[in-house]
């Protein structure tokens, strides 16, 4: 045969329309489904809430092999944007368009059923563009993992209220952990896929600032220095180790953008000087002491003539920065959290209240 597009004519001629499921190989391993084949694995999930595109997305890196995924998240106004950047197989160059559109897919013979339904008929990239602004590949090669960026206009695709309170998770009938309580926001989308795949994908939900502390923290730890002597250009490297190459505060921004992260120079010298501790997996904060996830006491600005206010987004960032920095106070005097780090605001003080447990 001359090429592929000879190959499948000739399948099609010795077995009937009927038989066949590609209209079109790709190449790179990538096809497009025949109509009948997609709908055949037509999928329950749809795209109703910004949460939807969170699922889909993460089902996409762990089809594609993914053991970590981090995902960047930002509102501003009516404007949501999310970063996802994962460690999977990659897509090709020449594949960063085709993923978007209708019925292709790399899954011709692993189509997987999960608590979502069926993954692996080439609709959920196209779905996901067709519900945002934008979606498309910042970065992406065979082997080297993924970052794709989607911008959803809120008054199009709704999202639910309450994006800052953490799920409750508990162990169900059979002994495994679940989400059991809190509302169906981004945190609690992340938090059932990574109870769903605790041993098989972690995931990472934080501030782009968070994630690219994350990401530079977690380079470190694992990639061979002397390797980085030979490395010329950093994008040849897997996505989530490139961040680990940054000399100065000037490569950092700029590695961190070819990422997807946009980030001032005042925060490239923190991340750099580890002023931003790196974040805990979902599940790990999850199933922390094997207890649920408590959120801070509300804040009582009752008393504040002034009207001194903090943005509730704010206080959760700045309660899990807390967190995070209490741990090795924990370690080192082997006592750990029981609750949240209570913050409370008044008229002319910020008041951090640690409820401990001592370690046994």
């Not at 499948?8 to 009937?16: D, K, N, V």
């Not at 959920?124 to 979606?135: C, G, P, Q, T």
Request: glycine content about 8%; hydrophobic content about 40%; aromatic content about 6%.
């Amino acid at each position: 045969m001359a090429d592929s597009g000879d190959l499948i004519s000739f399948i099609a001629s010795m077995t009937g329309e009927g038989n066949l499921r590609v209209e079109e190989n790709l190449g790179a391993g990538f096809v497009r489904l025949r109509v009948a084949e997609a709908e055949r694995r037509q999928a329950k999930h749809d795209i109703q809430y910004v949460e939807d595109i969170v699922v889909e997305m993460l089902r996409n890196a762990r089809d594609a092999g993914a053991d970590a995924v981090f995902i960047a998240t930002l509102k501003e106004e009516r404007t949501r944007t999310l970063l996802f950047i994962d460690n999977g197989c990659g897509i090709p160059p020449a594949m960063h368009e085709h993923v978007f559109e209708p019925r292709v897919t790399s899954k011709l013979e692993s189509m997987r059923m999960d608590r979502w339904g069926v993954h692996g008929r080439g609709m959920a990239l196209y779905s996901i563009r067709e519900n945002a602004d934008e979606a498309r590949v910042i970065t992406s090669d065979a082997g080297l993992g993924s970052s794709f960026k989607v911008v959803v206009d809120l008054d199009a695709l709704r999202e639910r209220a309450d994006q800052s309170t953490w799920p409750i998770a508990k162990k169900n009938d059979e002994g495994a952990f679940a989400c059991v309580k809190g509302p169906h926001n981004i945190i609690r989308a992340a938090g059932e896929f990574a109870l769903e795949e605790l041993h098989t994908c972690d995931v990472y939900l934080g501030t782009p600032t968070e994630i690219a502390a994350t990401l530079y923290v977690r380079a470190q730890r694992t990639i061979d220095r002397s390797k980085l002597l030979f490395v010329d250009d950093e994008s040849t490297l897997p996505v989530t180790d490139r961040l680990g190459c940054a000399g100065d505060a000037a490569d950092f921004i700029r590695i961190a953008a070819g990422l997807g992260l946009e980030l001032s120079e005042r925060t490239a010298h923190r991340i750099l000087a580890g002023a931003i501790p790196p974040l805990n997996t979902v599940s790990g904060r999850l199933l922390r002491q094997g207890s649920a996830h408590r959120e801070p006491a509300p804040i009582d600005l009752a008393k504040d003539r002034r009207g001194l206010k903090i943005a509730a987004d704010d206080l959760a960032d700045f309660s899990r920065v807390l967190e995070r920095s209490f741990a090795q106070l924990g370690n080192k005097y082997f006592i750990s959290l029981a609750t949240e780090p209570k913050v409370r605001v008044r008229r002319d003080r910020i008041t951090v209240t640690f409820d401990i447990d001592k370690d046994e």
